[in-house]
């Protein structure tokens, strides 16, 4: 890096290549042409005319116009429209006027959920701060952020938003929360010497990024970066060029509608030729046969069926506290193959636990997570007795005194107001039975030494109303340790055993917690100020506490379910790699060490990454690029990836995730907005309900796609049959669309409320390469619509036969095809399994409710004088009506024959 005075006339050549947290502030103040007086009126103006404002540039977008206008942009939508013009047509204004509103309220849906994706970007706009304290020309002045310019002196403390990205020069006890860009559970302390080039983003203590929040203490720094040019601005504008995917039933269903659509017209205009030349019909008859045929064949209450479908699982999904924000991602959830989460607050409770005591005689392992002050003391699966550990005692005591965070009960919720590590020691004492309130009375605090990133201790001077003077210290235990020559045994002090806490030390470590060391050192009655010399050797050490945020223990149990199911679970996190890989052994995630950390994705090509993606369950130090790498590389492996976050930096990958998860308790609403589905509890283990729920949901679309299409394939081949054998038309095209609206819908609707089937979580995810119709699904549908064909035509046939009239020979013919779609929709509530059993039957009450809706219908369609007048039906007797129910049972015996022996023959392969 050049720091010469030529590079420092020009303050902005090297700005965009320059490593800011390698240097020193001298090497700013030169590059930045500033100073600690700050800036001058004139540097600022010219500054703010060459860099802008400090705010982050809205993107372009389409215009609402264009954006409703796409939503009809969908071959599905073409076949509506088909369908609704050729119903008009026939004279059906009200089922032209159904399928029209089908289409516009999709177009709207998906209208109102685009525009609010475009929120994510809003929402990490309004994140930076409103005001910033600068100096400029030797004063303290304060100013809105946005007037902020590189080389400007910024004041931030306890409470404030960082206005812009800062390089620190002067501090006391700064900590502040990152959660936002690096997913840390704890705020980190910040320093002002250079750190190395290679440091990941929340290693570089000495900086501080806009939109982070202040925990305490204070500080100063120089502005390196505002705008788009800060680390929140670089989040914003990659998630602005993040491309949306789109779900899998959708890209599928888009597919089937275009080979859908393709067979439907040629077939039509097949039979329309055929009749015309072969059978010598007039070429107006046979438009309108081609017409009816096409009116058979085209599913239009599909849409409307999987979109109630898509409806009921965001219902059932609420209920589990997951809220989906996009309908189609009710489905994906189905075919998620990889869950990346988050570590902290979705896999852990985001609530900082000592969990583990080391003192010179035993250790002890505290039960209880949270903040909850509940617990009990063990060692070796006994139960300790605290009275008669003395060293205990004095170290929870410790814990407790040398403390500013306060432990309060709210609404029945056990919370912390400071520092989420201070809270942990609190909850830690008032496990040990201390009274927190009373203690400090007892031994109120007359002076004390802040914690700094300098000397990493903070130290307390307490007496109690005896007189007798303590000091109690807490800090990092590199910097404890060497103060130390005692170590408190019982009630007596013994030389330190150095080698011992070092051990104890690494041993912590290694299970991913962190460790801090508590000593003290009695002081006379008279001193009641608190010098650095007074600690600096003779302390007693009383012992080490390892703190973790603790997993879920629901969450562990998710995990396990996941991996039952054939999905794979990863953790991307910003915290440490030790800290990552202990939690994600503990849960189960992995059980190798194996991990990846952010500085060596960086130094990865895709193709390397891919590789490893695979086997890799661990990613720690991970940036916002490096998740949204992670992501990309799942998907490059055609995994369909549900991503978990809270933060902005999670905001890129979430909406780049097939499923992106936000968290809604403790997530920004840029994770929110950027999301389809927002967990209401932040709890991984709603993520498996919803995984759950998606996949009964695509069997319930499965179910309802095979009893439509036989049903329509039954119509359409009807009518082929009447053409090819050159007799009348079993059933009118007015007919065919009454029975494609009160039964398609009616009956199918009734399948998607069916229940989630036993073994839903025992399978695999579902392969999105796939097509919709499966080759089972296929010869199903031919399968059926064959025995429809048959049952329908051969009972018209035979009514003819034996000289039934026209309009009676139909109504039977309707009657039976309908008749035939109630016997198959029993069939179809079980896709392989058998329905002749009490759950089969009688399982779902919808189905029933329908039957009943449908055959109510059919009696009038059949008796009532106005519907026979509309579709030029008859009555019918009561023997009509038992061959019509013979030929049901017929096809229903024949369905579950075929289950029966497709069950057999995979069981035998």
Known sequence: MDTSSDSASEPTSDRKQTVWHTCTSEQIYSLLETSPQGLTAEQVNKRQQQYGANRLPAPPRRSGLMRLLAQFNNVLIYVLVIAALITAALGHQVDSGVIVAVVLINALVGFFQEGKAEKAIDAVRNMLSQQAVVIRNGHRQQVPAEQLVPGDIVFIQSGDRVPADLHLHKLKALNIDEALLTGESVPVSKQTEPVTAEADLGDRTNLAFSGTLVSFGQGTGTVIATGADTEIGRISTLLAEVSTLTTPLTRQ?????????????????????????????????????????????????????????????????????????????????????????????????????????????????????????????????????????????????????????????????????????????????????????????????????????????????????????????????????????????????????????????????????????????????????????????????????????????????????????????????????????????????????????????????????????????????????????????????????????????????????????????????AAKEASEMVLADDNFASITYAIEEGRTVFDNISKSILFILPTNGGEALTVLAAIALGTLLPVTPAQILWVNMITAVTLALALTFEPTEPDVMQRPPRNTRNAILSPFMIWRIVFVSLLMVSGTFGLFLWERSNGTDIDTARTIAVNTLVVLEVFYLLNSRFLARPVLNRDGLLGNHYALYAIALVMLFQLLFTYLPIMQLFFHTTPIDAAAWGKILAVGLVLFIAVELEKTLIHRARADQ
């Open 253 to 669: 269903l888009d597919s089937f509608a275009r080979w859908l659509t393709g067979t439907i017209l040629l077939i039509a205009i097949a039979t329309m030729m055929f009749g015309y030349w072969i059978r010598g019909y007039a070429l107006g008859d046979m438009f309108l046969a081609a017409v009816g045929l096409a009116v058979a064949a085209i599913p239009e209450g599909l849409p409307a069926i999987i979109t109630i479908a898509l409806a009921i699982g965001v219902q059932r999904m609420a209920k589990r506290h997951a809220i989906i924000r996009r309908l189609p991602a009710v489905e994906t959830l189905g075919s998620v193959s990889v869950i990346c989460s988050d570590k902290t607050g979705t896999l852990t409770r985001n609530e900082m636990t000592v969990t583990s005591v080391v003192m010179a005689r035993c250790s002890a392992d505290i039960s209880g997570v949270g903040y909850n002050p509940h617990g009990t003391f063990t060692c070796h699966h006994q139960d300790l007795n605290l009275h008669n550990l003395t060293e205990l005692q004095l170290l929870c005591q410790a814990s407790v005194l040398c403390n500013e965070a306060q432990l309060i009960q709210k609404e029945g919720e056990w919370l912390i107001e400071g520092d989420p590590t201070e809270g942990a020691l609190l909850v830690l004492g008032a496990k040990a039975g201390l009274d927190l309130h009373e203690l400090h009375q007892q031994m109120p605090t007359d002076d004390l030494i802040p914690f700094e990133s300098e000397h990493r201790f903070m130290a307390t001077l307490h007496h109690d109303h005896k007189g007798t003077g303590v000091v109690y210290i807490k800090g990092a235990i590199e910097a404890v340790l060497c103060r130390c020559q005692w170590q408190q045994e019982g009630d007596i002090s013994s030389p330190l055993d150095q080698a011992f806490w070092i051990a104890q030390q690494e041993l912590i470590a290694s299970q991913g917690k962190r460790t801090l060391a508590l000593a003290m050192l009695h002081l006379p009655e008279e001193q009641r100020v608190l010098h650095f010399s007074d600690i600096s050797n003779n302390l007693t050490l009383l012992g080490l506490v390892g703190i973790i945020d603790p997993p879920r223990d629901e969450a562990i149990d998710a995990v396990q379910k996941c991996h039952q199911a054939g999905i794979r679970v990863k953790m991307i996190t910003g915290d440490h790699v030790i800290t990552a890989t202990a939690i994600a052994i503990q849960m189960g995630i992995t059980q190798s060490p194996k991990a990846l950390t952010g500085h060596q994705i960086e130094q990865m090509t895709d193709t390397q990454l891919e590789a490893v993606v695979e086997d890799t369950d661990v990613f720690a130090r991970a940036s916002p690029e490096h998740k949204l790498r992670i992501v990309k590389s799942l998907q490059a492996r055609e995994h369909v990836v549900a991503m978990t976050g809270d933060g902005v930096n999670d905001a890129p990958s979430l909406k780049r995730a097939n499923v992106g998860t936000a968290m809604g308790v403790k997530g920004t609403e």
